[in-house]
């Protein structure tokens, strides 16, 4: 029995940081399925309606429709999702085991889709602040595309990590990866796009081997 509990809690911590249960992981991937769905349609050349998108997703136009208020808005996100890589791919064949290196190659290829699609991820972030303050609720307003890559790229070090170091790390990148972080480097700050890479790559690499050596520290006893 306290077998079955250990893998239990397992497969729980093993969720995206930031997501809840079932029902939170449904709307996310029926957010996600609106969006490839329109994807493909608009790689067939077409540009279609929310009934055609919801019709190729396989829900309804009024469930659609409570996930993006505009065919506009979710036909302007499609091509930002799709240019996002897949976790499972963008590693594929990838032997290395040096959490570090895999971070910063996950980071690498967020900020280059982040900053080739600056104008739109603008408009998005602000689409999903309005509806926030618009009381907006029980839907997922964006979609969480960092998770994925975090995760995968410390896959190889997870169980070391620990189940709380593991989950906080994952936390803490999200922040440096993504459209945020661009908002802060480069119109706060007032940064040039290499210099914020530099800066967003240093933190990486700080956030990781300072949660490696924690996750060691703990292991001894410290």
């Given amino acids: 029995m306290a077998r079955v509990k250990q893998a ?24 996600k399925d609106l969006l490839t769905a329109a994807a493909r349609l608009l790689k067939s050349g077409r540009s279609p309606d929310m009934d055609e998108v919801a019709m190729e997703a396989g829900v309804s136009r009024a469930t659609a429709y409570r996930y993006f208020p505009t065919v506009e808005a979710l036909l302007a996100e499609a091509p930002v999702d799709r240019a996002v ?53 029980g839907v997922p307003l964006r979609q969480n595309r960092r998770t994925p890559l975090i995760e ?46 530099k800066v967003k790559a240093w933190a990486v690499e700080m956030l990781v081997e300072g949660a490696l050596r924690e996750a060691a520290s703990r292991r001894r006893g410290g």
Avoid: W
Avoid at 102 to 123: C, W
Avoid at 165 to 182: H, I, K, N, P, W
């Fill in 152 to 197: 995968a790229a410390l896959e190889p070090v997870r169980a070391k990590l620990g189940r709380e170091t593991y989950r906080q790390l994952c936390a803490a990148l999200a922040l440096v990866f993504g459209t945020e972080s661009m908002i802060v480097l480069t119109d706060v700050l007032g940064m040039p796009e290499p210099a914020a890479r």
């Fill in 8 to 31: 239990a809690a397992g497969r729980a911590g093993g969720q995206a940081v930031g997501q809840g249960g079932g029902r939170a992981n449904q709307r996310a991937r029926t957010r």
């Fill in 85 to 137: 890589p897949e976790s499972a791919a963008f590693f594929e064949g990838d032997t290395s085991t040096d959490p570090v290196e895999r971070a910063l190659r996950a980071e690498a290829a967020m900020h280059e889709v982040v900053y080739a699609n600056a104008a739109q991820l603008r408009l998005m972030l602000a689409a999903s602040v309005t509806r926030v303050l618009d009381g907006e609720r």
